[in-house]
């Protein structure tokens, strides 16, 4: 694989620090700096880079803590950051300079919001803000001047599951479910109502695929590949990933649909905080999928 190019295919692709660095100064790119706070930002990104924080993302909806905002919420965020269809966006994050934070998820959270609310080329920087500093590649303290765009937000309905459409589908013979959550959590130790996890789901964690020292790095071609052909996920089955609140789900899930192309892959957004949060339904724990 050649990575001095965009590898994957579809809305969402992966590019190298390399090929960053390369088309750092095209005027036709935005490149965003996700890192989990203002300050870490601040501090120290990569040049020409805007800011936009992943807690703009997700609030409190009816009976739900982490749902999703609107599309009318999001849509002068987007806008106010000069965001729009067509254009190049480059996410990145990184384990934070001033804060010490960050767990790698930041960027491809905000890459599948940004498809979610139909942007349409989307760039993942594989291996994030830490592998461009170990290269000694350049940072800035410059604030970039935004210009605002006249983007529409517009809900993107393909790759989502929906409550009522998970429970219709998730036992049928062709399905996988998956867990993405630590195997500690999936087995019984998590902060939910209910312990373990949905019945028949088998556990991947999401990390199984990115490098043990930086998760924002994916693994090898080759290596995940093994991964995947030793768990037994073939492309006839529809594989449904799932996580806790929808956002560890969300890196395997759009490597499996826009860097393996898989033909029927979906996330349950609402995951287990969405399914706990129906006392009747069920859940099992230890290492055992039901």
């Known amino acids: 694989m050649n990575q001095i190019e965009p590898y994957g295919s579809g809305k969402i692709k992966w590019v190298s620090t390399e090929w960053l660095n390369v088309h750092l100064n095209e005027e036709e790119m935005i490149i965003v700096d996700v890192q989990p706070n203002i300050h870490d930002y601040i501090a120290e990104h990569i040049p020409g880079a805007i800011y936009i924080p992943e807690g703009v993302l997700r609030s409190h909806r009816g009976h739900l803590p982490c749902e999703f905002v609107a599309e009318e919420a999001i849509e002068p965020v987007f806008r106010q950051a000069g965001l729009k269809k067509g254009i190049p966006i480059v996410v990145y994050t990184g384990t934070s300079v001033f804060k010490g934070w960050g767990d790698g998820l930041e960027q491809t959270m905000m890459a599948y919001s940004m498809v979610r609310f139909d942007l349409d080329t989307v760039y993942v920087l ?10 000694g590649k350049s940072l800035s303290q410059e ?48 902060p939910w109502r209910k312990p373990g996890h949905i019945p028949g789901a088998i556990n991947i964690p999401w990390p199984s695929f990115m490098d043990t020292r930086n998760r924002s790095l994916l693994k090898p071609h080759e290596e995940i590949l093994r991964i995947i052909e030793k768990i037994g996920i073939g492309r006839d089955n529809m594989v449904i990933w799932y996580c806790g609140t929808g956002r560890e789900a969300i890196n395997p899930f759009i490597l499996f649909k826009w860097y393996f192309d898989y033909p029927d892959v979906k996330i349950y957004e609402g995951s287990f905080t969405e399914w706990t949060a129906y006392p009747g339904n069920p859940t099992v724990t230890g290492p055992d999928p039901r």
């Open 143 to 190: 604030f970039p001047t935004a210009m605002e765009s006249d983007f529409n937000a517009v809900m993107e309905p393909d790759f989502r599951i929906d409550y009522e459409t998970f429970k219709a589908v998730k036992d049928k013979s062709n399905v996988i479910l998956v867990d993405a959550r630590p195997p500690e959590v999936y087995r019984g130790k998590g």
């Open 126 to 135: 594989d291996g994030g803000l830490d592998k461009w500093k170990a290269e």
